[in-house]
């Protein structure tokens, strides 16, 4: 606000400083302000504290209310409650994709957040992942064949969808014996290496037979001809023996 007399202009220029700084005139109410560290005096904040705090008058209904962990009385709760529950069923897809980009655009914050938390809550990680393996010990078979390809250098993934489709194409029995497998994967159905990892062979799918038990194991690191050349000799010798 521009003054043409000197005088006034200094008056409203020190009365416009003392408004704002730290020591001086109250913002809101314009009584003194004797601490050191504010700028409204002790009765705006104690009607602040009265108004916000946790026992006081609720901000969002501002009825009075009586709480010890709280900010808001019950009923606001509830309603805001009930309005996230809604809004976050009408907007899951939304909600995701905001999830997805704040996640990708602070990936190392996220990282680091992710490493303090598994490291503070090492149990309970540990439950989750023991029971999520029982559940699916197809993917843990999966993902322990993709680390082993990672560190070997091998190369080549497979898929769950792969796995389905390879156990159509063997149309439930095994790929050695012959004998049924379980119509869907468990700790009972192998997947194998026709050409084993530790001998150079691939991850991927052309390089992987559903098998029984008893033949994974028997097989061990042969290869896939090796071990029908075996098992045919051992059937032969068998035979002869009788």
Same mark, same amino acid.
């Given at each position: 606000?521009?003054?043409? $007399?000197?005088?006034?202009? &200094?008056a409203?220029? !020190?009365?416009?400083y003392?408004?704002?700084?730290?020591?001086?005139?109250?913002?809101?109410?314009?009584?003194?302000?004797?601490?050191? +560290?504010?700028?409204?005096?002790e009765?705006?904040r104690? &009607?602040d &504290?009265?108004?916000?705090?946790?026992?006081g008058?609720?901000?969002?209904?501002? !009825?009075? *209310?009586? #709480?010890?962990?709280?900010?808001?009385? $019950?009923?606001c709760?509830?309603k805001?409650?009930v309005r996230?529950?809604?809004?976050?069923?009408?907007n899951?897809e939304?909600?995701?994709? +905001?999830?997805?980009?704040?996640?990708?655009?602070?990936?190392?914050?996220? =990282?680091?957040y992710?490493?303090?938390?598994?490291?503070?809550?090492?149990?309970?990680?540990?439950?989750? $992942?023991?029971?999520?393996?029982?559940?699916?010990?197809?993917?843990?078979? &999966?993902?322990?064949?993709?680390?082993r390809t990672r /560190?070997?250098?091998?190369?080549?993934?497979?898929?769950?969808?792969?796995?389905?489709?390879?156990?159509? !194409?063997?149309? +439930? *029995?095994?790929?050695?014996?012959?004998e049924?497998?379980?119509a869907s *994967?468990?700790?009972?159905?192998?997947?194998?290496?026709? /050409?084993?990892?530790?001998?150079? +062979?691939?991850? #991927?799918?052309?390089n992987i037979?559903? #098998?029984?038990?008893?033949?994974?194991?028997?097989?061990?690191?042969?290869? #896939? =001809?090796?071990?029908?050349?075996? !098992?045919?000799?051992?059937?032969? $010798?068998?035979?002869?023996? *009788?």
């Amino acid at each position: 606000m521009p003054y043409k $007399d000197a005088e006034k202009k &200094r008056a409203y220029h !020190k009365e416009y400083y003392l408004k704002r700084c730290v020591k001086g005139i109250c913002r809101r109410c314009g009584n003194l302000v004797e601490s050191e +560290g504010y700028k409204t005096c002790e009765c705006c904040r104690e &009607r602040d &504290r009265l108004s916000h705090n946790r026992k006081g008058i609720c901000p969002t209904c501002h !009825k009075p *209310f009586e #709480s010890v962990q709280f900010k808001t009385c $019950d009923s606001c709760r509830e309603k805001g409650r009930v309005r996230g529950h809604v809004y976050r069923n009408m907007n899951k897809e939304k909600i995701r994709i +905001g999830i997805y980009k704040c996640r990708d655009a602070n990936r190392e914050r996220y =990282d680091e957040y992710q490493r303090e938390w598994v490291k503070a809550n090492h149990e309970k990680v540990r439950a989750t $992942d023991k029971r999520w393996s029982v559940k699916h010990p197809d993917a843990v078979r &999966r993902k322990r064949h993709n680390r082993r390809t990672r /560190i070997t250098g091998n190369g080549g993934t497979y898929t769950l969808k792969e796995l389905n489709a390879q156990f159509e !194409k063997q149309e +439930g *029995f095994c790929y050695y014996c012959g004998e049924l497998l379980y119509a869907s *994967f468990d700790k009972e159905v192998h997947v194998d290496h026709m /050409i084993p990892l530790s001998r150079g +062979g691939s991850n #991927s799918i052309e390089n992987i037979v559903l #098998s029984c038990a008893t033949c994974n194991l028997e097989k061990n690191t042969k290869t #896939s =001809d090796e071990y029908l050349k075996l !098992k045919k000799e051992t059937q032969t $010798d068998v035979q002869t023996q *009788f």
